[in-house]
């Protein structure tokens, strides 16, 4: 999943047509201050932080300027802050519109339908969740042969608008609705969409694009994106791996098997918080850098739960066993195997060789990782 | 046929010469399953596992009479291998490819269903009927004949239970691996109805995760049109909230896709829901007793 | 319903604030069509000659019942209103729109087909079953109720051959005007078997035009499943030979596609073909006679 | 019917990615030779004239030079020339390719299947006639998805192309496809399509963009097209109106009513070779111009055949009787009337006190029409 800022989302609103304000990113104080004393941003303007997490209006993430030393002030004051976790590194300088009518917009994905979804609200600028379904339009939409014009006049109903806004949509739905296709996207919202005189500019835009894409999408690569740095390397050898809180490392293989791990973990009273997938694979290099990953992350004992189908038990146990010699004894922690399936028994006979025992059910094997978690025995 | 797959079932393997392809070739035969062709463009005329290769599905299902395929292609190919496999005419497409865009999806769901041709999956194990076809890579240990019908969206969970169930003395009529993707061709509304009308299966294991709504519908199916007793489990109960599709994707599922809404919604749907994955073959095994008896 | 229209049949005319959609609204009441609805967006509220305008299809389907649709919206954006209808559930549309891209077209038809919409035109004069229904512009003078049924590719020229059946004192069951554009809803082939199972036919007119190989493709289908005699007309005997689509066009017809092919493709079929327009009823007139003797 | 001039083609060829020969346009002699002076053009070239007719190379319209002086002398005796009618005003300056192999390939409309069709033959070169049907590879394209993979590969096949000629065409396909749907083409041909190398070259280009997609492609308006003056003016009266050889003028309402007039003329004996049809329209105005267009085509004598269903008959004779008034007596011609249907009595009284007489009878009124061309009563 790659979200993109909004000044990233805006960039790609102006390549399918959809108007923004005028607006600059910038990466320093200084650069603000040239942006709004060349006249690239008029005055006056607002500065937003650009980070992915939402909430930053209340959060002091937005400020606005009527000067150029406002502006480098508010810039200066913004960059190198912090906003739920995220190191601000940008700032989006926009002109302030007059704004008549906040409206809500955005293009998902149905899945129950398994088309993409138009949503549309006369009820923007909060957030999307605290309006009553009533207020809400949605419309599913055939990608052949696309948008068609009674769905955009439909959206435009339900907004209320009238006149020539009812151009601008069609204009505006057009190009939104290329981009969710094109871009390979998860999810284009407008969340405020304003009605400004008799146009409509999109005040903020959020933008998601689809990570199974990117082979068609090599220019999103390089986004900045909410992962933490071990994420990141995971990313970039992809593996599949998450952390939150908690303390005790899983090593699952597939989506299924690692969320029914974490409920019996917790049920057992242990806090599982680094998620490693292994998923399919069947390569034991593979399953040492996986294993050196978690390692990493600290976790107070690690869990490997593995049901062998179409991944040999003895191939994972045999990576993970050149895994536990490269991690330093200072490093170590308590593991707790459970191996079943495919080449059970080869498998179960390398980890015992190695020192480790596994359990073949899952009720016990759980109970012993969160006791070794406590730092029990 | 009972659910999608039996005897009569022919399985032309599409990307078969790659590693994945060869190995379940191997196993698909071993499981029983007619596995007829294989296709690789510009591999015609070599054999994987004494299956003749062809240059393209067409050819495939000319020469050896293939009805069903298993992909093994490529996501970036896989849409246009899927398109390939409904315009020879192939019934069930098993697509076992994984990070499929999704946007693929939709237009492969659309064009194969609006010409008549089932996929099951992305990223998904495939089907299997014990003593009768298996089509895709769920492994052969975990399976004995029996009446237990099985859908999971999951894949190595559905390993486990479905070997839980082998391990308290019963076996499967059918199991489906639906996969777990956004977009999945067969869901368990799609599938419900076909074990509905299967004379072998007498009991229903449903396995689902958090995300999306597909238990919801499912339970909303059960109650009005599924008449077999249903045991089923949610992966996912303890997860954080998800960030996965923000605001927007909050609305589409408005407070469900959590596993409370998913368990809740079952339940009184009449299913008996396991709250963890061990419990599932024990439920099953007690079920069963009380039908024998009855 | 003999020929898909009929007292049932329920209008709603798409675009009808427009002078072509208010006129002939007018003249297919006159006719005895149930036109309930119209639409323009923008105009809802209105009424054009006693019947409500809406502003979308939807709501004309709804608040009046409407299953057929006639549309007069110019040709850029003719293709979203058909979208609309098909959505909208309406299960015949004729297309009077002139000039619609055939790129265009290409997505309607399959839009329709797939959704079980069926599509008269483009650029046609539509259809009319005399007594019961008529949906388009076919000029209401000409038609007398008989057991003659029409299908034509061209407009002017059926409404001569009509006219000159109801001259020679006979009448029609159903009239469809199928359009000449190259990509069209309802071709020769589609419309014939319709007639085959009307009871209310006893005898076809068929009336073609050179270019493309529809009247081929209907003497193939009438010498092997049509059994009512047939009399044809072929428009454009001594016209130059076309240099519309080049060589590739040339390629696809392969010599097929002159008058010369489809006269003789025709008459092979045993259809009786007239030289001249006017032949047309003294030949239907002489079947008829023969019909009426046996 | 818009067809492009094969340089007109490449450059749309090229806006796909579809390769082509290096080569310029010249509008004259002294630009044909500065082209190859300043190496746009590689010696050894090929100077065609740009016309739309085909069999260019058999007329003396491709020739070829090795020095600048050369092409300079072919493109002054190839422009200002006449080729088939038409006068070349404009060449083709290309380098010479070392060409391995000649395809053909096209997209067109099969109006059966109501699909976009690919068509390949191994046989290019050569007019497609000419080739054995068995020799050429058929096969319907669904606009949704697209062409699909297994589509180019059979097309690769049936040209008989293997390993790195497998690629290109694959692209060559992929962009010619789009360029057939975007551009509402009803024909994009590529005869010959030339193995060159490693690489394919499209060395002639039929593009024929769909007139009716004319409100999507303005820029396609101004293309130069090889109708008469008569036609040009016709056209941007938005009057069908077509010239052939024959000296009666037809003036009728619908294209299969033309038709019939025409076989009908000529069964008695006419040479019916100015065609106007009204189509469906109801203003006399339009009559009026519609009508001194058909003067300016000086016919021997014109035939007026309406059948009046939505078109009202009276409101054609008026805009007749109007236009009979501005034609200037030496220019005036023999008019026989047929005019039935729709306010028939209205128009033929109309008509009568203008001194016209309306036939009822097809037959009779031909007829009538084909001895007034000859001088005749």
Redo the contacts between chains.
Sequence with gaps: ?V?LTEGRGKELFRKYGVAVPKGVVAGSADDAARAVASGAVPLPCVIKAQVLA?GRGKGGAVRFASTPEEARAAAAAILGSSFQGETVREVLLEEKVAIARELYL???????A????L?TSARGGV???S?D?SE?ERQTI???PGLVAYERRRAARSLGLTGPLVGELDRLLTGLYRLF?DE?A??V?V?PLAVVGDRLLALDA?V?I????A??HPEFAAVHDDRTPLEEIAREKEIAFVQ??GNIGVI??????T??T???L??FGGAPGIFLDL??TDDPKKVTEAFLLMAQAKPKAVFLN??????RCDTVARGLVTALGSVAPSERFPLVARI???NEAEGIAILRAAGVTSVP???ASAQAVVAAARGGP | MTVLVDGETRVVVQGITGHQGT??TRAMREFGTQVVAGVT?GKAGSAVEGVPVF????EAVAKTGANASCLFVP???A???L??AV?AGIRLSVLVT??????D???M???AR?RGTRIIGPNC?GIAAPGRSKVG???N??FRPGRVGVI?????????IV?GIKEHGLGQSTCIGLG?D??VGT?FVDALPLFERDPETDLMVL?G??G???EE?AAELIRTSFSKPVVA?I??????PGK?????????S?GRGTAASKVAALERAGARVA????EVPEIVAELARTQARR
Tied chains: 1, 4.
Excluded: C, Q, W
């Design positions: 999943m979200k939402g955005s293009f998902a994905l149905d899945r129950t398994r088309l993409p979804i949503m957030e999307i969740e309006v379904d809400i055939d990608p052949f296709d390979d998860e999810l919202e969340n959020k998601i689809e990570d199974d894409a082979f068609r939150l809180e699952a293989n597939g989506a299924g098997l969320m029914a974490l409920d019996v917790k049920e998923g399919g593995i049901f062998g189908g179409v991944t079943r399936g495919n059910d899952l009720k | 190995v379940h463009p240059d393209t599905v067409r996501a970036p190919f849409k246009d291998a398109i390939e315009d994984e990070h499929i865009p999704f946007h999806m939709l237009v769901y659309h064009y609006a194990p890579i769920i492994p240990v975990v999971s969206r999951s894949g190595t969970l559905t390993y486990e070997n777990g956004p977009v869901s396995v995760e958090i999306g709504t597909a519908d489990y992966a996912g109960r303890s997860a954080p996965r599709m923000g605001h927007a994707g909050a609305i589409i408005r709250r963890f994955p061990y």
